[in-house]
Every structure is written in C-alpha cells, then in structure tokens.
C-alpha cells in the first residue's frame, strides 16, 4: 500500500494492531487465508506479534469499519494468489487449460478444492507491502472530510499493492491497472475540471460527470491476463510461421533499465496491420508489461475489438472536434496511466504507410502526452523510436491498389479470415529496431526552459508570428508549444530512420527499378548490386543478410521469392534466366525500395546539385550546386526528414567527400568542374533516378495539372487527387513519366501539401498566380531533365558497363 518495497513501515513505535484486508473470491480463499492468519503468517512475514482482526477489502466494509478508528493500526492486504500449471519452467495460460471450463488464475470452487488436493503447488498467500492509517491517511489529504473516498481510496490502495505482490512472483508482462474509471472519478482535480466545464457550458456538472463517465467507460482498457495469454498464443502463429523475428536485445536491456525509473512511451513505424504483435510478442517475452496500444476505431470490429481491449488497447474516437469533456477524459486517461508507470504505444504516423517509407506524423497524442507532462504529475517520459521492418509482405499488393485509385476493404470477420490465410507463407525476416530513446521532458521544456525555434524539418508548419511595434517577432506560448511538439515528433522519425536497416529485398528492387524496363541476369544484377553494398559497408549502415547477395545461390534465392510474390517476374526460356519487375508490380517493388530509400537521398540530391552547378558558368558553380541542394531539400521536405541547414550541408559535404576525397581543394576557386561527373559514374552507382524519380514525377502531374487550371477556382483535394490519378496514368502511357509507381494517390497528396506550402493553391492575383504554378511545372521539368541525365551516368543502365 505503499510504493517503497520495505515489508514493514518504518515506525518510533510498533503496532499496536494488525488489519488484514482480506481479498477473497469465496469460502475456499477465506479458508486458506484465515488458517495462514491463524497461523501467524502476519508474524512470520512482518516480524510483530499484534492481534490480528480481518476486514473484507471492500470500500463500505472499510469505510465503516476502519476509516474512522482513533488508533494506528498496521493495514495488510492479503489474498491467494492461483497459478497456471508449469510448462517448459513457465507458469502461462493456454487452450488446454480451458478444457476445464476454468481459469486457471481464477479457478472456480470446486477447481479450487482439486488443485488443494492435487497440485497445492499452484497457490499461494500473498500479502502487498504495508502501511499505518495514519500513513493512509497523509497520502490522502481530504480524508478527514470525505470518509467515503478516503474508503475508496484505501481499497485502491490495497489491490495496487497486492498487484505489485503478484508480478514479483508472476513477471512484469502481467502489470495490467485496476478500477480506473473509479479512482479518475475520485480525483479532486479531475472533478475541478469538469465543474470548470459545466460552467464555461452552461449545462449542469450532473450531465458533465455523467458523460465524463461514460467516456471513460468506453476508453480505459480493461485488461485480463487471461484473454492477454489465450489472445497472444492465438495471434503468435500469425506471424511466427510467417516471419523470422530479428529483435534488438541489447535495445531491449537498456530499456528494461529505464522502464524501472520511467514509464515508456513506444512509437513504431506502421506497415502491417501485425505490427502491434510483432512488438507485443518480443515485449512480452522479454518480460515488460503489457502496452497500452491507442489504435482506430477501424479495429474494433467484434470480436476483435472486445478482445483487443481485454488486452490493452484503447480506442479513441477518431474525430471529437469540442467535446470538452471528450478531451479532459483522454487527457485524464493519459496522465493516470503515465503517473502509474503504465507503458503506452501508438502509431505516430495515423495509419499504415502506403509508399513503404516513414510518413508525415500526426501530432494529436503527443500534444495529451505534453499536456500531461504540464500538469507535473509526471517526472519524465521516455519516447521509443521503432522501427519494424519486414523482408516481404503480403498485404502489399491491396495497399498498391490503393494507391491507384483502388478501394480500401473495411475491416470485419471476413477480412481478418483472409487475412490471416493470407500469412500462411514464409516472408523471411522482420527486424525489429529500437531508436535511441527520447526524453519528453527535456525535448518539450515543461519546466520553463527555453525553447528553439522551429526546425525546417520535415513538414514543419510555416506559422506566421506576429510583429510588435518594433518590428519583432511576437511567439505566443501555445506556438512555442506546438513547434516543440513538432520537434519531439521530427527526433521520433529520425530515430526510426536511424535503426532502419536495409533488406535484401529493399536493395534489389532499388537495383531492378533502376534499370527502367529492361530484365539482368543473375550475373548483371550482381554486379550492379556489388559498389551499392561497398557503399553500404562503408558507411556502416544498419542492413540485414545483405552478404548473401554478393553469393549467386544467395541472391537466386531472394529473387525466386520475389517471384513467388510476384514482385518480380523470371523468363528462363533464354540462354539463362532474366530478372525484372513484374508488370503491375511497380508499386509493390517501390515500397520494399522506399523502406530503405532515406539511407540515399542525401547522395541522390549531391548528384542533382553537381548536374545543376555544371551548367552554370566556371567560378559560379559551387554557389550554384548549393543552391540547388538547398532546393531540391524543400521540395522535398514533405517526403524526407532533413536535418537543420548546417547539419544538412555536413552530411552533404561527406557524402561529396566519399565521392571525391579531394573536393575541398578542386572546388577552392568555387568551380566544380566536369570531371566530378566522371567520378560519380567511377563510384559505380547513380542513385537520382533510383530514389527521386518517382516524387519528382509525382509532383509535375500535380504541377501541371495546376498550371492548367483556372486560377480563380478553389481546389478540392480529394477531386484533384482523383483528376491526377486519371491524368497520371495518360501520362504514363505517353511516357512523360517513368514509371507506374509515380501514379499514387499518397505521391500526390504530399506534392499538393507541397503546392499549398509554396502558395500554388490560392492567391489574391489571378495572372500572378497563374504565372507562379507555371514556372513551377518548369523547374520540376528541368529536374525531370537532369534525373534522365543522371541514369545515363550510371554503368547499370549501360549494356557495356554489365
């Protein structure tokens, strides 16, 4: 009942008395406690020798019976604790164990009586750490006032402490929360809330605590350690016979470490509707406590949905505008479990990515969680980039369909069947990477530290401020607050970045979609593959079984499994087989590609710049290249997470460097010179055209189908979308873009975020607007230009160089 582990509170003067709270399910559980009781179990455990008087651990029983006594009693909870039977030296719950019509943690009464007789090894007495009413009565300032919550608050109390009692004897994977919703609704500040609430609204707290209950109800997860064990054998072979799980343990042990001090807050990457039990499964074997997973409304399809929440997931409506109370709930509901050291996890990004690569995150949870840490009933939080990576995946080909104008399937009963028969077969790895862990305190300065100024990072917002009399800036509070929410979420996408390693399915179809249409053999496309994998190796980049594409049999066997998935398709009709990306499967290859595509972008944009500084005149071309750099970094700022200016010129200036060691000295008199060209193409590899084609392309469509528009007409997104898809597959045809994969309903919504980011979807001048959507098509032209010029460069996509 305290949160220090001592058994017995340190006190000048020993109890006079003892109170045994008793937690009993019947008559089989008062037996065996009150024999442990009178055998001076009390004694034994805590060293006194104090009568001993029992009360049920009930809040009228304690209310009545021990709030108001004037002596100091020692409070003990106690109860029997039942086990499942063990196995392999592990005590968990399986199928067969319902064969009893029991649960083996909650045996009913005549189950209790058997395993009495024939298996007393599957109980036990437990007692949870003491305190002093008068201890109680301290933590609990308004007791003296309000004797019913202080009851309350007591029988809280002793079922915290004796839940603490069983996870040291059954393992922090079962640390689920017990009566939520009631002690929420016995917080004085809480209830200060909604009175606030009541009266801004004009409607009776009655009617405010009534829906605040209600929404609680339907939020808090109700976790069972019997439906989390039935639920995770279950789901297991879902992935376990799809994928060979490839976990980070030395990630996993220093968060161990921290989770004693801090709770955490897991942020993975979203690319399967099985990540959640991918992670959950390595968490729990690992012995951390169950997550709390925030997940959609889209998942709680019966009977999913009731056993998700059985499990830890919490689903928040996904929209609820100003319902005041709605948001005090969920913002009471993040800070309860935080302060209680509960774990939490969602999906940063607001729903599955589409292209295979991070994408834009949603800032709406973070801004609960700062709101929590601005209450200061929390010390810290700490955030974990993850990234959950898989070698195939099957639910690609119905993601791609999307993309191009397919319609999404709604979840139900007959979607989960298929898609569990759908990972029937072997997909190679997953990895699952854990980031360098955030602190939310220092990232958010909730204690007054000073705060940046926004980053330029990825799709960060372009706030105006307001200027004072004196021509400076004024940032208000709730700005200041929201670029630091901004930042925390840019670091969280970094570090998942940062551990992403690169697949063997991710770096062939990189190869195989640079080659445009024409099929390799084994023999070409190890060859192309060979400077990309010194480059990985040189750079020490994180990667999977990379190794075994330089091996012949190795690499068959990634692209026979390509071909199994369709991804790529063999003739062997020939002399020997030959490779290359199946007909219709452009979008599928591309999102193996883009999971690994942000370890390129860098040297994809310094060979861009160097194409764009050789036009320009002798002594301007080293201010040209960068110009360039910094724009094609804009224009992509709402696909890739850049660094701040000055970070990002010293990566690019390194990545010049493993190009051209001696850059610094040739470029002095500010001219690049054409012979860079020719050593881009002796590092054996362009990677423009393999990485940037397919954005650049996406956003001509989007550029010239504004320049064609009229101007003074408003832009509907999901109707110009729809127009570009249509527009985008003529074009395709036509072969004005490169590639089917460019053709993407995501490609295009982050090319008009782009357009409204620059100011092409609206201005007060028609002709001046007019004029701007035009030079923009242009200049994406041009870069179109330079990215064809780029793939001449590369020796792959010359007959002679393979």
């Known amino acids: ?147 019913d919550a202080f009851g309350r608050a007591i029988v809280r109390a002793g079922i915290v402490a004796l839940e603490r009692a069983e996870r040291a004897v059954i393992g922090d994977r079962y640390k689920v929360p017990r009566l939520v919703v009631e002690e929420i609704l016995d917080s004085p500040e809480f209830l200060r809330r909604l009175d606030t609430i009541a009266e801004e609204q004009g409607t009776p707290a009655r009617e405010v605590y009534r829906r605040a209950e209600k929404g609680l109800r339907e939020l808090v997860a109700a976790q069972s350690r019997l439906v989390s064990d039935l639920f995770t054998q279950a789901m297991r072979p879902v992935h376990a016979s799809t994928w060979n799980v490839d976990s980070d343990e030395t990630g996993l042990d220093r968060l161990r470490a921290l989770n004693r001090r801090y709770p955490l807050v897991f942020l993975p990457s979203h690319k399967s509707y099985v990540d959640a039990f991918v992670l959950g499964d390595i968490l729990a074997r690992n012995d951390f406590p169950p997550n709390h997973v925030v997940g959609g409304a889209n998942l709680k399809f019966w009977p999913i949905g009731p056993i998700a929440r059985r499990t830890g997931t919490v689903f928040i409506r996904r929209s609820f505008g100003d319902d005041e109370v709605y948001k005090a709930v ?94 029937q077969h072997s997909a190679g790895h997953v990895y699952v990477r854990f980031g360098e862990p955030l602190s939310a305190r220092d990232r958010l300065a909730v204690h007054g530290d000073p705060l940046r100024p926004n980053s330029s990072g990825h799709a960060a917002d372009e706030s105006t401020e307001t200027i004072d009399a004196e021509g400076n800036p004024i940032v208000h509070q709730e700005d200041l607050e929201h670029r630091a929410v901004q930042r925390l979420a840019f670091e969280v996408a970094v570090g998942i970045n940062a551990v992403t390693p690169i697949t063997v399915n991710a770096l062939t179809t990189l190869v195989l979609l640079g080659v445009h249409e024409r099929a390799l053999t084994r023999v070409e496309l190890r060859t192309a593959i060979a400077p990309v994998l010194d480059y990985i190796e040189g750079r020490d980049l994180p990667s999977g079984e990379l190794a075994t594409l330089r091996d012949d049999h190795g690499l068959a066997v990634v692209l026979e499994q390509l071909a199994i998935a369709k991804v790529v398709t063999v003739y062997r009709g020939g002399l020997e087989p030959v490779y290359s990306i199946g007909a219709g499967a452009h979008l599928e290859a591309a999102f193996y590609r883009n999971s690994a595509v942000h370890w390129f972008v860098n040297r994809a944009i310094l060979e861009l710049a160097i194409l764009t500084a050789v036009e320009a005149p002798e002594g301007d071309q080293l201010r040209v290249g960068w110009e360039a750099a910094y724009r094609l970094r804009d224009l992509l700022k709402f696909e890739f997470f850049f660094p701040e200016r000055a970070e990002f010129t010293s990566q690019l200036t390194a990545e010049m460097l493993l190009v051209d060691p001696e850059w610094h000295r040739r470029t002095a008199a500010g001219t690049v010179g054409s012979e860079v060209l020719a050593k881009l193409a002796d590092t054996g590899f362009m990677m423009a055209h393999r990485v940037l084609r397919s954005f650049f392309d996406a956003q001509l469509v989007v550029a010239e189908r504004l320049a064609a528009r009229d101007p003074a007409l408003p832009v509907d997104k999901k109707t110009f979308i729809d127009e570009c898809l249509q527009i985008g597959k ?57 990215i064809s010029r780029a793939a001449t460069l590369d020796p792959s996509n010359r007959l002679d160089a393979l």
């Open 1 to 147: 009942m305290l949160d220090h582990d001592s058994r017995l509170p340190a006190a000048k003067v020993a109890p006079g008395s003892v109170v045994a709270l008793v937690d009993a399910a019947g008559n089989v559980e008062r037996e065996l406690i009150g024999n442990w009781l009178a055998e001076g179990g009390i004694a034994q455990e805590f060293g006194t020798g104090a009568p001993v008087t029992q009360l049920d651990l009930d809040a009228e029983a304690v209310t009545t019976r021990l709030v108001g006594r004037s002596d100091d009693p020692l409070v003990v909870p106690v109860r029997v604790l039942w086990l499942p039977p063990e196995r392999d030296g592990v005590r968990r719950t399986t199928f067969s164990d319902l064969l009893t019509l029991s649960n083996p943690r909650k045996p009913h009464r005549l189950m209790q009586r058997r395993l009495l007789a024939k298996a007393p090894d599957r109980h036990l007495v437990l007692t949870g750490a003491p305190a002093r009413l008068s201890e109680l009565r301290a933590n609990n300032p308004g007791a003296a006032g309000a004797p």
């Open 330 to 423: 969920v913002e009471e509901y993040f800070a309860y479990l935080l302060a209680k050291r509960f774990n939490l996890e969602w999906y940063f990004e607001g729903g599955r990515t589409r292209t295979g690569k991070l994408r834009p995150p949603r800032y709406g949870l973070l801004n609960y969680l700062a709101a929590a840490l601005r209450s200061s009933r929390i010390d810290d939080v700490m955030l974990v980039p993850v990234s959950i990576t898989y070698e195939r995946l099957n639910e690609i080909g119905a993601i791609a369909d999307e993309q191009t104008g397919g319609r999404k399937q709604p979840e139900g009963l007959a979607w989960l069947a298929r898609y569990v028969r759908n990972q």
């Open 730 to 786: 003529q074009m395709l045809l036509q072969q004005r873009l490169h590639s089917p994969e460019s053709v993407s309903s995501e490609l295009f919504g982050s090319a008009l975020k782009l357009a409204d980011n620059h100011a092409l979807l609206s201005g007060d001048d028609p002709d001046e607007l007019a004029a701007r959507r035009t030079r923009f098509a242009a200049e994406l032209r041009a870069i179109g230009g330079r």
